[in-house]
């Protein structure tokens, strides 16, 4: 439908032949468990013959309260997802909240994310961009889906065309997003490719107080109108029990259930790919 460029991650070309899954838990909350679930979704993904990258964040910065855990620090943090990048052979993408932090994690990280709070923090755009990394912008929920045309051209400007954009959500009213499936076609028509956050989008923001809420079992219902929209992949994080995850835990898909899910968006997006 649009003529859209080819976005290299590592190993990866996200090219639309088929759509990409970034997966992976909220936060490293060990090491130990880490590499099970890493493991676990390598499998998976080998069994699948899947196209995708391993996420999980080194640091939560953006929490709701002061007490919540973060994680192990981006030096630390970003070793280990490279050492489990390299042993997987799989791309690793994490988030980065300052441009001393972009430049920390291009040593090891092959998709460097911008989170959706700081989606307007040039600085940080363009230190990412100038790495050599390639780069995922997460729309910010109280931006335009025709804003991140500006979040484009500051990339341009440090020779960085190497970038994928995210739509994970817009405010809607208090503590509440909308995913709003016109944003992906948009974003698209623009010229960028697109992928759609499943899971921050039935994120319900501080809605437990000191903690985000969240509608957990809505993710997949979501992925599956954003596949069919047309988009370029999907993101996901996934914990082995989200009841017991350290962070945005009602929002995460268990990971028993990941391979049925992935199996079904793959055939919607066949069928989508075939009415195009």
């Known amino acids: 439908m649009f003529s859209l460029p080819v976005v290299q991650i590592g190993s990866v070309a996200v090219d ?64 280990l997802l490279g050492q489990i990048g390299q042993k997987l052979g799989v791309p690793v993408t994490t988030d980065v909240h300052s441009p001393e932090e972009a430049q920390k994690a291009a040593e090891h990280i092959d998709l460097l994310q911008i989170p959706a709070f700081l989606s307007r923090q040039t600085d940080l755009i363009l230190a990412a961009g100038e790495t050599g990394r390639a780069v995922n912008v997460k729309k910010g ?19 960085c065309s190497n970038f994928l954009f995210t739509e994970r959500g817009t405010t809607f009213g208090y503590q509440n997003l909308v995913a709003d499936m016109r944003s992906l076609y948009w974003m698209r028509e623009l010229g960028y490719r697109v992928i759609f956050d499943a899971t921050h989008s039935v994120q319900r923001p501080g809605g437990l107080g000191t903690t985000t809420g969240g509608d957990g079992k809505l993710a997949p219902v979501l992925a599956r109108a954003a596949v069919a929209t047309g988009c370029d992949g999907v993101f996901m994080e996934t914990h082995p029990d989200p009841s017991k995850a350290f962070s945005d835990g009602p929002n995460q898909v268990p990971l028993a259930d990941i391979a049925q899910v992935i199996s079904q968006l793959r055939r919607i997006h066949a069928v989508a790919q075939e009415s195009v």
Request: one cysteine or more; hydrophobic letters at 45%.
């Open 16 to 79: 639309g032949s088929e759509p990409l899954f970034i997966l992976g838990p909220c936060v490293i909350e060990s090491e130990d468990f880490i590499w099970d679930v890493a493991e676990r979704l390598g499998a998976i993904a080998n069994s699948l013959r899947l196209k995708w990258i391993f996420k999980a964040s080194y640091d939560k910065a953006n929490r709701s309260a002061v007490s919540s855990y973060r994680g192990m620090g981006v030096e630390a943090g970003c070793r």
């Open 141 to 159: 929920q109280f931006m335009a889906p025709w804003d991140v045309k500006n979040i484009a051209e500051k990339l341009n400007t440090v020779k």
